[in-house]
């Protein structure tokens, strides 16, 4: 099942009928296909959504959590700060005009703005859905690159002696963390090589 999909099913099941789920998807790829965009688009969402699949069964609130994927980046801005926050904020008005429940519009918000730091949290669904976001950085070496290449792009209004201070900073602070992933079954799979990645771009080893 893609992400469409299960959005679809997720969709129907809060009142919404297949055409309300069609201009809901619609509506966002217009974001994730945006002008600009070259890491945070829907081949990201799709990542994030098929890590969490064999941990489906751990996580309390599939729904809200496929909802968190689907808007967690909807707003994306480089020259804001406030990205997750308004993507919370758009996630919780569009969740609103279903039958979801306000306790889980409430969540789906928190997942979004956990995004922002990436901090362990007390809720388990929130670990686990931002671990996801960032499994990117246990990745092999190449696709790191590419990544890593990909978010330079789209950044690319800034010059690279505004942009490497920048980046340096969030290299470093992921590397003083303790633990990037929070949850057993990120932190074994991918904690190894992402520090492997970080500690390489932060050498210089990728070229922009």
Same mark, same amino acid.
């Given at each position: 099942?893609?992400?469409?999909?299960?959005?679809?099913?997720?969709?129907?099941?809060?009142?919404?009928?297949?055409?309300?789920?069609?201009?809901?998807?619609?509506?966002?790829?217009?974001?994730?296909?945006?002008?600009?965009?070259?890491?945070?688009?829907?081949?990201?969402?799709?990542?994030?959504?098929?890590?969490?699949?064999?941990?489906?069964?751990?996580?309390?609130?599939?729904?809200?959590?496929?909802?968190?994927?689907? &808007?967690? %980046?909807?707003? #994306?801005?480089?020259? +804001?700060?406030?990205?997750? @926050?308004?993507?919370?904020?758009?996630? /919780?008005?569009?969740?609103?005009?279903?039958?979801?429940?306000?306790?889980?519009?409430?969540?789906?918000?928190?997942?979004?703005?956990?995004?922002?730091?990436?901090?362990?949290?007390?809720?388990?669904?929130?670990?686990?859905?931002?671990?996801?976001?960032?499994?990117?950085?246990?990745?092999?070496?190449?696709?790191?690159?590419?990544?890593?290449?990909?978010?330079?792009?789209?950044?690319?209004? &800034?010059? %690279?002696?505004? #942009?490497?201070?920048? +980046?340096?900073?969030?290299? @470093?602070?992921?590397?003083?963390?303790? /633990?990037?992933?929070?949850?057993?079954?990120?932190?074994?799979?991918?904690?190894?090589?992402?520090?492997?990645?970080?500690?390489?771009?932060?050498?210089?080893?990728?070229?922009?």
């Amino acid at each position: 099942m893609t992400l469409q999909e299960a959005f679809t099913d997720a969709v129907q099941r809060y009142g919404g009928d297949r055409a309300v789920a069609d201009a809901l998807w619609q509506e966002a790829m217009r974001h994730y296909q945006s002008r600009g965009r070259t890491y945070h688009t829907l081949a990201h969402l799709e990542q994030v959504y098929r890590v969490l699949i064999p941990v489906q069964d751990r996580i309390d609130d599939w729904d809200s959590v496929l909802f968190a994927i689907l &808007y967690h %980046d909807y707003i #994306y801005d480089v020259h +804001r700060h406030d990205n997750e @926050e308004k993507s919370a904020d758009f996630a /919780r008005e569009r969740l609103a005009r279903l039958n979801f429940p306000p306790e889980r519009i409430a969540l789906c918000a928190d997942m979004i703005v956990a995004t922002k730091g990436h901090m362990a949290a007390d809720v388990s669904d929130i670990n686990y859905f931002t671990d996801a976001d960032l499994c990117i950085l246990g990745a092999d070496g190449p696709a790191y690159s590419g990544y890593a290449i990909a978010v330079r792009q789209e950044y690319s209004i &800034y010059p %690279d002696m505004l #942009y490497r201070p920048g +980046r340096r900073k969030v290299l @470093e602070r992921f590397l003083k963390m303790d /633990r990037l992933f929070k949850t057993v079954e990120f932190y074994e799979r991918y904690e190894a090589q992402a520090r492997i990645n970080l500690a390489r771009e932060l050498g210089g080893g990728i070229v922009y």
